[in-house]
């Protein structure tokens, strides 16, 4: 689609200016809806409006990247590069944007050269006209590649600037950061707020300045509506001269979300700013998102409707909020949630200040969970380690000796790298390839990178063994499923139990206590439980007065002598619990690696199994000198809180 492409009549950029008035780039099929439900919207739902939008004329529809690419493998069973395509087909007048996480892709951890590289190619000839390029650190030397890959493929490069607010992150910041993108060879340049928390000064001195001092790049300003302040943002940066504006269709715009389409574009309407986007036709659009609001309700959180103007404290992304909130429910923490955003906080203080955005936002994130859920970093995920080490980039702010020492260990200074991450990587792509086409798997290129990229769920998925969360017939989920739950009680968070019912509570209440089952006093039968003594857990098998094995109830007979009881032979003795202490998971998660096999001799604090909670890896180690002596998981295998994952005897 690149070359001749046929942009919108109020906007072209083939030429590196923009003429006419300020175009719109939606983002309802990616980041408006990855920001207020977790990024769950199915592919056959985008599929009836898809020719609709086409006909509007909007700088470009942003649809793919991000998230939008581990969703769909990890919950959904779609793959996402079939979404591209299905995208690309019915919408052939339309830019398709996507969002890459430059040296990460499209996941948390840097990758080779010839993975970004060989990404770029395949994302652009299945159809990406524009990528947006970030680095979340705003480190140019992990952009150096992406962009470069994107100029190569003839597509055009929109090279982005994560924003947030720190002591380091000023107006000339942002303004010499701009100057080094387009030097850099950019088409266009996005102001990436992620958080939402630009204010109205900071857009227009960011703009402004930019624009006065030669830059010739058009800007396009990407801001969530969590600080409740954008709308004001917006009209600032088009007073500066801004030239493309990120919003997304109403019935997911706001909160976490971004502003609304139909609102900036009649807001605009008549002035010298108007986008000439038909009203009419978004409102139709709309009608159709309505309908999917309320197919994913059980995905909706209250923290994600409403403005939170502390977000210019903790700074957490829309994206990031509504995952962070499904998190600590899976950890059955959800009423941690004021305490993480205050520890974020400090982490990100402590971390020198890195911008908000994925991956970093993930790292700063889930570390403040930790740390609520254990103590400040007693539990330190892979990805924590990696950052302070420099594997992501060089920190905004540097960050303190007693940091490093305290996450790295005595010898930090040995493990410190400076040189460009990616530098110590080695490439991939031949060997993921073979590695697909030895397994039976390789069907298309495309498939090396679902599997590169994403190699536990990627392979789940390609082998057909990875299981829908839903499917789109199935919403709305019933009132009495387990996520409606959690989507009732966010709304209602004094109650305990709660249901919605169009009933009448007190006759639900009567209707439950009379259908509950009858307590009976004393059990007719043995029972089980399971008891702890010390580290280890065993079954105790409690019997009725009279009964147990090895005696004969005894039955009243009128009028006849009462049976002696009748030994019979002992039951054989089940076999014992392994002798050792057990190693437990510390929360849910899914076995993401075993580094050790039954008969193994470890040291204290040698890592024996990595445990994927919350997108992270974490290493769960021996609590002393040992032999391995059971192991009782198996990788992929979901496990809970406190589940005694191995035996060290």
């Not at 005694?644 to 005897?649: C, G, H, K, N, R």
């Amino acid at each position: 689609m690149t070359g001749g492409f046929p942009a919108p009549s109020n906007q072209s950029f083939s030429d590196g200016v923009t003429m006419g008035n300020i175009g719109i780039t939606e983002l309802i099929l990616r980041d408006a809806h990855q920001s207020v439900f977790a990024t769950r919207m199915r592919t056959e739902d985008m599929e009836p409006i898809l020719s609709k939008m086409d006909k509007v004329g909007f700088w470009a529809v942003e649809m793919w990247g991000g998230a939008t690419f581990d969703v769909p493998l990890r919950y959904l069973n779609q793959n996402p590069w079939d979404r591209l395509r299905l995208i690309r087909k019915l919408m052939p007048n339309t830019k398709l944007m996507m969002l890459l996480r430059a040296q990460n892709i499209v996941a948390y951890r840097n990758f080779p050269d010839d993975l970004v590289r060989k990404f770029v190619h395949y994302a652009h000839k299945n159809g990406i006209d524009v990528f947006r390029v970030f680095d979340a650190l705003n480190d140019l030397r992990n952009m150096e590649v992406p962009m470069k890959a994107v100029k190569e493929e003839g597509a055009h490069l929109q090279a982005s600037v994560s924003y947030t607010i720190s002591p380091v992150h000023t107006t000339e910041y942002y303004i010499k950061f701009m100057q080094d993108l387009e030097n850099m060879g950019a088409d266009s340049i996005c102001i990436k707020d992620m958080a939402g928390m630009i204010s109205p000064k900071r857009a227009y001195d960011v703009i402004k300045g930019y624009k006065e001092r030669g830059g010739k790049c058009p800007v396009e300003l990407h801001s969530h509506s969590t600080s409740g302040m954008t709308g004001l943002a917006y009209q600032r940066a088009a007073e500066a001269g801004v030239d493309v504006l990120d919003t997304d269709i109403s019935p997911v715009a706001e909160g976490t979300g971004h502003p609304a389409t139909e609102s900036v574009v009649y807001a605009f309407k008549g002035t010298e700013w108007d986008t000439k986007l038909d009203m009419e036709l978004l409102l139709e659009i709309r009608d159709h998102f309505k309908t999917l609001v309320k197919k994913y309700r059980h995905l909706i959180r209250m923290e994600a409707l409403r403005p939170d103007p502390s977000i210019v404290l903790h700074q957490i992304p829309g994206g990031m909020i509504s995952n962070l909130v499904s998190q600590l429910e899976q950890q059955r923490a959800a009423d941690r949630l004021d305490d993480v955003l205050h520890e974020i906080q400090k982490v990100r203080e402590e971390m020198g200040y890195p911008p908000l955005v994925t991956p970093t936002s993930q790292v700063v994130g889930v570390q403040a969970v930790m740390n609520v859920l254990f103590g400040r970093y007693k539990k330190i995920p892979k990805e924590t380690v990696d950052y302070v080490k420099g594997m992501y980039g060089r920190s905004p702010a540097p960050i303190s000796d007693e940091i490093k020492e305290m996450i790295l260990g005595p010898d930090w200074k040995e493990q410190i790298i400076t040189c460009r991450p990616a530098d110590l990587l080695e490439p991939e792509w031949e060997l993921r390839e073979r590695e697909l086409k030895e397994m039976g798997l390789y069907r298309e290129p495309e498939d090396v990178l679902i599997y590169a990229i994403y190699p536990q769920i990627g392979l789940k998925f390609l082998k057909g063994e990875a299981k829908a969360e839903f499917e789109s017939d199935e919403l709305p989920l019933p009132i009495d499923h387990p996520a409606t739950r959690a989507f009732v009680k966010s709304f209602f968070p004094e109650h305990d139990d709660i249901y919605l019912s169009e009933k009448d509570p007190a006759l639900m209440v009567k209707e439950a206590l009379d259908s509950a089952p009858v307590k009976k006093a004393k059990p007719e039968g043995p029972e089980t439980f399971k008891v702890r003594v010390g580290e280890n857990d065993y079954d105790v098998t409690v019997f009725p007065q009279g009964t147990g094995p090895g005696m004969e109830v005894a039955r009243s007979v009128p009028n006849a002598p009462r049976a002696d009881p009748k030994p019979s032979a002992p039951p054989p003795k089940p076999a014992g619990p392994v002798k050792g202490e057990k190693v437990r998971s510390p929360m849910l998660g899914t076995i993401f690696k075993i580094l050790v096999k039954e008969g193994d001799r470890v040291k204290k604090d040698q890592p024996l199994i990595i445990l994927e909670a919350m997108k992270m890896e974490n290493e769960i180690i021996s609590p002393r000198d040992g032999i391995v002596a059971k192991i009782n998981v198996t990788v992929g295998q979901e496990v809970g809180s406190s589940d005694a994952l191995l035996v060290i005897s």
